[in-house]
């Protein structure tokens, strides 16, 4: 079974909406520093994987958990899981590259952070 392709879509936003009220329940300064660790943490991902660093992906896939698990983002967490899995399974930037931007999706959906997106984010490579 490939993680990366059978996965299902995730209802973005059902899971922005739930994000969003657990991010709700945080003083909004750090709501902002929080959404802004999680878009970091997956720069960094895609950055780690497009230079083929395991070992960084496999690190920066375990910050990412930690933010999720601590901060119980259960809707989230299936597609962090889709991400996790595929890392895992060593799976190449093509497999790992969509899960990478569902979840930056959910990210964006949330309203929450103002950041200016990311160079990835800006083109369709």
Known sequence: ????TDTTSLPVNCVSEDIRNTL???PPD???RLVSSMRSELDAIRNAMQKHRHEDT???VHQLKGIVDYFQLDDFRSSFNALQKA????EDETSVAPLIDELEQVLGE???ATNEP????ATDN
């Open 87 to 90: 890392v895992s399974a060593g």
């Open 58 to 60: 496999r690190e920066h």
């Open 110 to 112: 949330t309203g929450v």
């Open 118 to 121: 990311s160079p990835d984010q």
């Open 1 to 4: 079974d490939n993680p990366a």
């Open 30 to 32: 750090f709501q902002d």
């Open 24 to 26: 709700d329940s945080i």
